[in-house]
């Protein structure tokens, strides 16, 4: 039984974790993760990617909604967003890929304003709804600025292409991929245990009286927006990347709440959740269709022709359930489990 | 002239459309200080049972109606039992991610079991526009109108003259005071979520009887949001004062500024109202105590 959560300095409160197996197993995982396309075939690799890249914009989501408790229903506007500035800056200004990647974040950063501001004056529900609006308004805006985004024809997308490595093909925009959600797993645990991570935490659980602590309310809530936003914009940029091309119908309302579903389900303000949940909604409907599979040719063609509604009926269902039965989500499940192994011969 | 009169008065029957879906928003948050994310939801399914209902022969409108509101009480009272009440005491989040996920699982079912094509809805009215002065009204329209100036009179005497309008007012004001004076506030949430299901019937039906019957039926939960915003998300009446401004602006800023911005106006008028007055033009200021 490990034993050693006696904390004695603050530089231990902060630490990113107690137990120096965890950086062993991390390194595990991420090698497991790296030998991946050896094991499974495009097919796997590809549902694999868009775990990674969702991931990387729930996450974002998970900063804002969990950790900073400031609901949004606006993020496929963001996505929307962070894909079309790939698009565009490649495309039409040249500019290198991966330079586009954090700029498209930069511009949806920049965009997110346009709720945060009001966010500062509306709690809970208005601002849900206020996100809600900028969806819609976002979409407008690129279905009607057709001189930049085409309008509803869509634009292609160029390959990631890295000092001239290229990533196309499955294999390498996997690598890709993964590396890039490495790179915001450590840029948001490292986040979350500086000022600016319990500050959010503060601000989400009580506003006023995180602000009677000494903390800038305007300044923290409108962060929380803008790192948020610059999160899901590079997640979008790296949708564009892995699809190759884009349309507004790609990133509708549904999304924003799939996203939240997401969040919910992996556990509120949890990073290992955002991931854990983003991969089972993504993974719920390829399980559903194996199931299917085996259950017949009848429900086989009801699956062809009604997938959409069925993959809703799942969300839906799911959504419920994990509300119902276990609020903390899967972290939380993995957090009893864990609990449960440890203290083994003892545990409850 | 004749121009912008038609706009607003089309205005004005969209308006109502989205009015009669704002009092139905407005009525749960008053009485349970919640937004039903699946009003346009609850809306179409009970559209589809109105249409199944309207396939039996020989049923005359006014049973129809009758029927339908029945169905809809009873939809408003399951949903509360079932998926609202046990979440009592949850945090705000959970219970607004409820109705969430209540609104994807009716829609899929609904469109599971009728799917999506658009359906004509029998129009127990006949369709010859009726002409008023330079104006030509459908019954389908005049049928939204009315509905929601009945409604809005309805709400105006049940909040002020019943027993159970007042005990839900006193419900919104101080839950505890409510309780301890003997109301039965578990009652009075069922109540209101009867209610808003009735509002979202005559949502519904207007829809069907002015379009046609289809699954985006949904969408104007969504679009009835503007509504209850601009009228403050706890005003009733306000919602339906809400409605009838968006729906005009909507049709004149699609009349004179361009098409696509139609969609739009709703939503761009309440973001920058919201920055002004933070709680819609009618809404209560909430004062919060540390």
């Given at each position: ?319 419920l359930?994990?509300?119902r ?24 | ?78 949903i509360e039992r079932l998926f609202i009440r046990p979440m ?10 409820v109705t969430?996920g209540l ?188």
């Amino acid at each position: 039984m490990r034993s050693r959560t006696y904390r004695t300095s603050y530089a231990q409160l902060v630490a990113l974790t107690d137990h120096g197996s965890t950086w062993a197993w991390a390194a595990a995982g991420v090698v497991l993760l790296a030998l991946m396309p050896a094991l499974v075939g495009s097919f796997g690799l590809n549902i694999l990617v868009t775990i990674f890249v969702l991931a990387i914009g729930v996450l974002g989501l998970n900063l804002l909604s969990g950790v900073a408790g400031q609901i949004s229903l606006g993020h496929a506007g963001f996505l929307l967003i962070g894909a079309y500035a790939q698009a565009i800056l490649t495309t039409d200004y040249k500019l290198p890929t991966l330079l586009a990647v954090f700029i498209s974040g930069l511009i949806a950063a920049a965009a997110s304003l346009v709720v945060g501001v009001p966010s500062l004056r509306l709690k809970g529900l208005y601002l849900a709804i206020t996100t809600l609006a900028f969806t819609f308004i976002v979409r407008h805006v690129v279905l009607f600025a057709e001189g930049l985004t085409r309008g509803s024809n869509g634009m292609p997308v160029e390959a990631l292409t890295v000092f001239g490595l290229s990533f196309k093909g499955d294999q390498r925009f996997y690598y890709a991929a993964l590396a890039m959600l490495l790179l915001f797993i450590v840029i948001t645990l490292n986040l979350m245990r500086t000022r600016i991570g319990r500050a959010w935490l503060a601000v989400r659980d009580h506003d006023i009286a995180a602000r009677a602590m000494g903390i800038d309310l305007m300044r923290y809530k409108l962060l929380a927006f803008m790192v948020s936003a610059f999160y899901t914009g590079v997640a979008g940029a790296m949708v564009a990347l892995q699809t190759r091309f884009i349309n507004v119908d790609t990133f509708s309302v549904l999304v924003s709440i799939e996203a939240l579903a997401m969040v919910i389900v992996g556990g509120m303000g949890r990073v290992h959740g955002a991931i854990l949940g983003t991969a089972l909604i993504v993974l719920l409907p390829e399980a559903l269709t194996v199931a299917f599979a085996v259950a017949g040719d009848g429900v086989k063609t009801l699956l062809a022709d009604r997938i959409y509604e069925v993959k809703g009926l799942l969300y839906g269902v799911v959504i419920l359930l994990f509300l119902r039965l276990e609020p903390e989500g899967l972290a939380g499940i993995w957090r009893k489990s864990k609990r449960f192994w440890m203290q083994w011969p003892l545990s409850q | 002239m004749n121009y912008f009169l038609n706009l607003v008065t089309s205005g004005l029957v969209i308006g109502s459309l989205y009015g009669l879906v704002a009092m139905g928003f407005a009525i749960v948050y008053r009485a349970t200080g919640m937004v039903n994310f699946a009003q346009g939801e609850v809306m179409m399914l009970i559209a589809y049972t109105a249409y199944s209902m309207a396939s039996i022969p020989g049923l005359g409108f006014a049973p129809l109606l009758l029927g339908v509101v029945a169905v809809s009480v009873l939809i408003g009272v399951l949903i509360e039992r079932l998926f609202i009440r046990p979440m009592l005491g949850e945090p705000m989040f959970s219970r607004v991610m409820v109705t969430i996920g209540l609104a994807v699982v009716i829609r899929s079912t609904v469109i599971l079991i009728w799917g999506v094509e658009p359906t004509a809805f029998p129009r127990p009215f006949g369709s010859t526009p009726i002409r008023l002065g330079p104006l030509a009204l459908y019954p389908g329209q005049i049928f939204a109108l009315g509905s929601l100036a009945l409604l809005c009179l309805a709400m105006w005497l049940f909040f002020r003259k019943s027993r159970i309008g007042i005990a839900m007012r006193a419900t919104s004001n101080n839950e505890t005071t409510a309780l301890l004076m003997g109301i039965d506030v578990k009652r009075i949430s069922a109540i209101a979520w009867a209610l808003s299901a009735v509002f979202a019937a005559f949502a519904g039906l207007s829809f069907c009887l002015m379009f046609s019957l289809e699954p985006e039926i949904s969408q104007m939960g969504l679009r009835g949001f503007p509504a209850t915003i601009l009228g403050g998300l706890d005003s009733v009446v306000g919602g339906a004062f809400g409605g009838l401004v968006i729906g005009v602006a909507e049709n004149l800023a699609g009349g004179y500024l361009g098409r696509g911005l139609k969609e739009i106006a709703g939503f761009v008028l309440i973001v920058v109202v919201l920055m002004v007055k933070p709680y819609g033009l009618f809404g209560q200021r909430e004062i919060e105590r540390v």
